[in-house]
């Protein structure tokens, strides 16, 4: 087996703000696996929040390359993969086994998603996100987004000014489903207090308001909601989601954060004999990376898969949008080419 790899940095088509940050520059590592005439190809969105840089990708991917020695054994591959890194680097894990995946299925002439024994359902619409910004900023986000027809918004939140940002996009967007994310930013009173205007504005779901580790609060917060409260910082590992059970209606699956596909796929049947519900969502990624989680997005309730629609600069093609509406892939492997 030949494991390649190369790094380069996206850039979104205008900067993209979430309550912690604002970016615009991206760089993601691409894994490339070869032989016997097959070739296999996954995407390392790290992110700093969950402790990975470019730089922890690039020195730990020689140290895990041996995991791939038989990429049929999908059983065995995390295991191998944690016995070279215990803990951490998930989004380098997750491009070696997209890598893995892929090699089998371009070997037996199949998409991942039949290679996986996965049903041809239709995707659910995907959002497309709001990023957070001054309010005429995103009130004309929402409004091409509308205007290009999009059906779906995700709407970026975490100031002191939410409730102003949620009314003003509801008026923008009259008939869209909205969903709202706070990414962890708010307080338990002001999550409490913003329940109402969610009511008001018929948002559709609210996704980790509050601090990662405050399953309590959550928990609190869901007895009194009457819109699903949806887990994602809190979710870190297949494992996590027994305990996040009592404390959200729903997780969001990414697979940078959580290894890869079929980590994913563990966490969402997983999910399911919890009663939750399911969004299968994204990094900012290529659209290799954004196949890959479509290729499993047809199990999901809600679909978040909107990462390579906001870059200026996909190295992938292939994938058929028609606005929020993504088609799943066919072609074998990830059903996608490089430009």
């Given at each position: ?16 703000g ?29 992110n ?23 990429p ?84 970026k939140l ?15 967007a009259p ?19 913003m329940l ?40 870190h ?19 940078a ?25 994204c ?35 292939g994938l ?20």
């Open positions: 087996m030949n494991l390649s790899w190369e790094t380069l940095e996206l850039h979104t088509a205008q900067p993209f979430i309550a912690r940050w604002t970016h615009s520059s991206y760089p993601r590592t691409f894994v490339t696996l070869e032989d016997r005439g097959f070739v296999g190809r996954g995407e390392a969105a790290p700093a929040f969950y402790g990975e840089t470019r730089g922890t990708v690039e020195a730990v991917l020689p140290l895990l390359a041996g995991a791939l020695e038989d049929w054994d999908w059983d065995g591959l995390n295991a191998r993969l944690s016995a070279r890194m215990p803990q951490g680097h998930p989004s380098a894990r997750c491009a070696l086994e997209m890598a893995a995946l892929e090699w089998c299925a371009q070997a037996a002439g199949v998409p991942v998603w039949r290679l996986l024994g996965l049903s041809p359902t239709a995707l659910p619409h995907s959002s497309y996100t709001v990023s957070l910004a001054e309010l005429p900023e995103m009130r004309r986000q929402a409004r091409e987004a509308v205007a290009a027809g999009h059906t779906v918004l995700k709407v975490g100031t002191p000014y939410d409730e102003q940002i949620v009314t003003a996009l509801r008026e923008e008939s869209a489903a909205l969903r709202v994310d706070a990414n962890a930013a708010w307080s338990r009173s002001q999550a409490r207090r109402d205007v969610l009511d008001d504005a018929r948002v559709e779901l609210l996704e980790q308001p509050l601090a990662a580790a405050d399953l309590d609060g959550h928990a609190g917060l869901r007895a009194v909601s009457r819109v699903p409260v949806v887990a994602d910082e809190s979710l590992h297949v494992r996590d989601v027994v305990e996040l059970a009592r404390a959200f209606d729903g997780v969001n699956l990414k697979l954060k959580l290894g890869g596909p079929l980590q994913a796929l563990a966490a969402l049947r997983l999910a399911r004999a919890h009663g939750l519900s399911v969004m299968m969502g990094m900012i990624e290529s659209s290799l990376g954004i196949a890959a989680a479509a290729h499993l997005a047809g199990l999901c309730d809600w679909a978040d898969l909107d990462g390579a629609l906001l870059l200026a600069d996909d190295p992938f093609a058929n949008w028609t606005a929020g509406e993504l088609q799943r892939p066919t072609a074998p492997g990830w059903g996608v080419t490089r430009t």
